[in-house]
């Protein structure tokens, strides 16, 4: 029996391997997320690097400057549900296929503008196009991972926002000094555009997949892995989203994954500024020293999805698993407000890198969607609380901006973010309560 191919489920192509041991394809899933959304990042924040150059060229002051890093916000956050119910349309295939190139060409064309509004509405457009992709995430680790593995996946990936920032930050700022800020724009688009090539090559759903056998298939369900369920087209109507506000775990995670997104969107957007302004490096300097943070982000995602999975598989509960890990992250993201109180670069950096840490670790916000959302909402939960969370990617950016232009000082910037990490802390720890999985005919 050991030597007889083992079959799938009704409707699969017959798996390749030919031995009783579970195939690894979900590996090949998440290393296409953590690609993903590296090039997805890189291409959100690749204006943070340009921007003062761009503001210096265009004859932008930092109240305007702050308008362009929150165009991307505006339709990205609004165009969360829209983007969602997309994704559980069409699947995840075509929905982050469909992204991908999109978001990579309204990149591309951004190095050609030449004035404020045609870079906001380039911006407005990134943000349009990018909607889908994390709901995409969420669903995809929902189908191929069990809930024992899924911290830790969503961790990988999410891990992408960050080593893309930390290894290619100062690439990115020696090809402004070489090449001018267009350039980039010119590079990083044509990136993704070569990688949602590869995406439509190597993706497919579990139970379409050749490169899975029926016995990985059996741990990812019994798992509670959502695999025969991925590639499903749903149809959905108002009553659904209306589910997604009735209950206390998702208005918890809406508010705390708002203040997680705060910390992230200082780092994306104004940074670089923060450095060069605030603590007169020059920007070949700033380049190298922002990457140190972001390298910090990097480790503390992956710790956190380690640490909330080695509870799970301890016998700690869920909502312990995954909140603790979140909780921990916040609560070192608000010590960012120690920046005002030193002139040293080193202590800064310092500072900033354990806050970014701690913002890595709370990262893992996205497990909350696979293990409370109804099965048949996942895409469109994930919709609605990626929504919560790109509010402060519009909120973040114009406050930031309008306090430097009134005040000529990040003091002030810098304990806004640092009190909403702290409201973050509250959400997670006095709102979210027990974690479980909610379901459609729920009535509590």
């Given at each position: ?8 489920t ?6 390749k ?13 998440l290393?296409l997320?953590?690609i ?8 959100r ?23 362009i890093f ?8 609004f ?13 995840p ?11 990579s060409?309204?990149t591309l ?6 004035n ?12 349009l ?80 997949s ?6 990985e298939?059996?741990?990812?369900r ?40 705060s910390t ?10 923060y450095?060069v302004?605030?603590?007169?490096m ?14 910090a ?23 312990a ?18 920046a ?9 950096i ?14 893992i ?19 609605v ?5 790109n ?5 973040t ?14 003091n002030g ?13 509250v959400a ?9 999985r909610?379901?459609?005919n729920?009535?509590?």
């Amino acid at each position: 029996m050991a030597n007889q191919p083992l079959q799938k489920t009704v409707g699969q192509p017959v798996s390749k391997p030919l031995n009783n041991k579970p195939s690894r394809a979900r590996y090949l899933i998440l290393f296409l997320l953590f690609i993903g959304t590296a090039i997805n990042y890189l291409d959100r924040t690749n204006i943070s690097v340009a921007a003062p150059f761009i503001k210096a060229d265009l004859h932008l002051n930092p109240a305007m400057l702050g308008l362009i890093f929150s165009a991307f916000g505006w339709s990205y956050a609004f165009m969360q549900i829209p983007g969602g119910w997309f994704l559980d349309r069409f699947g995840p295939r075509l929905a982050y296929g469909a992204s991908l190139i999109l978001w990579s060409l309204f990149t591309l064309f951004q190095g050609f503008a030449k004035n404020f509004g045609l870079l906001f509405g380039l911006r407005v457009g990134l943000g349009l196009s990018e909607a889908p992709a994390f709901p995409t995430n969420s669903r995809v680790v929902a189908a191929w991972f069990p809930q024992q593995e899924r911290a830790f996946a969503t961790g990988v990936y999410t891990a992408g926002e960050y080593i893309g920032l930390a290894f290619l930050t100062p690439f990115l700022f020696w090809i402004l000094d070489q090449f001018g800020w267009s350039t980039i724009f010119f590079v990083t688009g044509l990136i993704g555009l070569v990688w949602s090539i590869m995406w439509f090559k190597l993706y497919r759903d579990p139970k379409e997949s050749k490169r899975v056998n029926q016995l990985e298939m059996d741990y990812i369900r019994e798992g509670g892995g959502l695999a025969e369920k991925a590639g499903e087209k749903i149809k959905l109507n108002w009553s659904h989203l209306g589910h997604l506000f009735k209950f206390r775990q998702f208005w918890g995670i809406y508010i705390g994954q708002f203040a997680i997104a705060s910390t992230l969107y200082f780092f994306l957007t104004w940074f670089p500024s923060y450095l060069v302004t605030a603590k007169h490096m020059t920007m070949l300097k700033a380049g190298f020293v922002a990457s140190v943070p972001y390298i910090a982000a990097f480790i503390g995602v992956l710790f956190g999805g380690f640490w909330s999975d080695r509870m799970v598989k301890s016998g700690r509960s869920t909502g312990a698993a995954r909140k603790i890990p979140i909780i921990t992250g916040l609560s070192l993201a608000c010590l960012i407000i120690l920046a005002n109180y030193t002139s040293s670069t080193s202590l800064v950096i310092l500072i900033m890198s354990v806050a970014f840490f701690g913002q890595g670790m709370s990262a893992i916000g996205w497990t909350l969607v696979s293990d409370i959302a109804p099965r048949e909402l996942v895409g469109l939960a994930g919709g609605v609380f990626n929504f919560a969370a790109n509010l402060s990617g519009i909120i973040t950016p114009i406050i930031i901006g309008l306090i430097v232009n009134s005040t000529n000082s990040f003091n002030g910037a810098i304990w806004f973010v640092g009190a909403v990490a702290l409201l973050g802390v509250v959400a997670y720890t006095f709102i979210v309560g027990e974690v479980r999985r909610i379901e459609l005919n729920s009535n509590q």
